[in-house]
């Protein structure tokens, strides 16, 4: 388990892609119509002169000093256009030109997820290159407290303490076969529909549209979901509940998980979920990492250490004891009385009591006799 934890350390280690801030001068880089926004100027209204003429402009955020005050701060550019506009990104003016005039992910990742509020990082340099042929205007807006991320930051620690305990709960058992049921059956239809629709037809479709036509497709599909889901959300609701109950049921049938090892790969997997909500629950790295550290080290301690702070807090802070006072001490006194008394009658009543034994002791048997009958 050490070993796993520490080669996902190593893996999440390294920091994220990015350049730090620049200075400004190093960000546009000679590059034209190449624009700082900063907080000093969170706002710019763009007026294209050229009418039905398709102009670029270059926007570059410096990024903020490296702060841990700033540690959930999530900047933004909002932009306020039409929808015919292209995006590209880079760490400054040159990679932006560069991304807009070569086919790489970048491109695709632009066209697919095209949106008019663009989330910056914090801490390093990023230029968003826009072009269009109608007037627009860019803002900057700042959150202090992004409240997600420290959703995402706390819900990692919560599932890494309690990765133990949910492996081996049955209901969490229970829970991740329906959540699993639900999620394999939507891949079950799409492998059907992959199965109906001919192979000939999807190549011939792929060579007359080329990639291009792919693109369009995936990026319909993103930017409708959102009305189809409320355009169906009855049949998507049915279909949610229909393939959730009847995965409950499978995993009821089958029942929960018993082998010991399989109960530990379960905790080691939400373990790193849960670094991993902890690594990407911060804005700086450098705290995500060390979060990380600590977590582990804290997790991993040795029993000595334990051993040595219940010594430590027995000796110097002892728990405070609460006397009785009068009336609760002749109330507590009734009741004990009371409980003995019974379970001496229950014993002698029962077969483990010598009864003859008992009465040649005692100088007044018809007492005890009457208090074995209850009286």
Known sequence: MDVILLLLILHLIPSRNGVACLPSQNLCADVTDCTIIDSTKPFISIQNEYADAE???IFCYPGEKRNIYKLWMSPMLKLNINDEYSVSYGDNALETEASASSFSFNIIRNKLFQ???ISLRPFNSTCVRIST??????QLRTKGIEIWLIITFGLGILMFINANNWSQNSSFHYLMGTVLGIIFSVLIILFFMSRMISKKVVTAAFLLSGISGIFYTLHWFYQ???LLTKEYWISLLVYLTVTGVLSFFLSYRFGPVTDIR???????IIQSIGLFLVFHGTQLTEVSSAAIIIILAVYNRPQCIDNFYKRFKYKYFPRK???LTEEEYITQGAIETKNALENLRVYCLSPDCDHWKVVNKLTSPKRFTSFILGS
């Open 262 to 268: 399989s109960k530990k790969i379960l905790c080691w």
């Open 55 to 57: 102009k670029t402009w």
């Open 321 to 323: 004891h609460r006397f």
């Open 133 to 138: 042929t109608n007037d627009f205007s860019v």
């Open 115 to 117: 949106n008019k509020e």
């Open 224 to 226: 409708n979901m959102f």
